[in-house]
């Protein structure tokens, strides 16, 4: 099983500042790798696929890199609808894992 | 684009069986490429991956949970179902379905449903 190993477990931020958010992978995805983010009360929504490709209807201020076990999802200015909990996931074998999530708040 | 609802008890007694239904809209359940799932959600805690079938129905399991878990799927009525037993109250949870895209296999989700594990 790949264990996804998000970090910082908190990101304290202000609106218009720039998150930085990882996601380690025990063994390679191979850029099989997902972000959702999820606000209190809602389904995950998924931001990107593939590691860096923005899913239908994302802003632009969004956007994920990383290859082999190291991923970054980036926010280049925080707006007040983003601060919510940010999951990645994986799907290059099974089981699929979900990492343990990063919360953006505001600071 | 696919919607997804979710259905079924909000409460089950510890040791019986959990039983949800996932009824999907605006697309087809047809293709083989592409995988169904069920994840959950414990209160306050992340997301776990349950369980996954292809339109063939084959199936891949959570090893923590497949000795428990049936998911199966009927195109007929554009469901997708969930069966999880011997519950306990360590399985309350949010429940969700989700469904496949070209792009990604998990793109479109339900709502959610709670269950509650209580007697």
């Known amino acids: 099983e790949i264990v996804l190993t998000q970090s910082p477990a908190t990101l304290s931020l202000s609106p218009g500042e720039r998150a930085t958010l990882s996601c380690r992978a025990s063994h390679s995805v191979s850029s099989y790798l997902a972000w959702y983010q999820q606000k209190h009360g809602q389904a995950p929504r998924l931001l990107i696929y593939?590691?860096?490709n923005r899913a239908t209807g994302i802003p632009a201020r969004f956007s994920g890199s990383g290859s082999g076990t190291d991923y970054t999802l980036t926010i280049s200015s925080l707006e007040p609808e983003d601060f919510a909990v940010y999951y990645c996931q994986h799907r290059s074998s099974w089981p699929l894992t979900f990492g343990g999530g990063t919360k953006v708040e505001i600071k | 684009q696919l919607q997804l609802q979710e259905s079924g008890p909000g409460l089950v007694k510890p040791s019986e069986t959990l039983s949800l239904t996932c009824t999907v809209s605006g697309g087809s359940m047809s293709s083989s490429n592409y995988y169904w799932g069920w994840i959950r959600q414990p209160p306050g805690k992340g997301l776990e991956w349950i369980g996954s079938i292809y339109y063939s129905g084959d199936t891949n399991y959570n090893p923590s949970l497949k000795s428990r878990v049936i998911i199966s799927l009927d195109t007929s009525k554009k469901q997708l179902s969930l069966k999880l037993s011997s519950v306990t109250a360590a399985d309350t949870a949010v429940y969700y379905c989700?469904?496949?895209?070209?792009?990604?296999?998990?793109?479109?989700w339900g709502q959610g449903t709670l269950v509650t594990v209580s007697s």
């Open positions: 989700a469904g496949p895209s070209s792009r990604w296999p998990l793109e479109y």
């Open positions: 593939a590691a860096s």
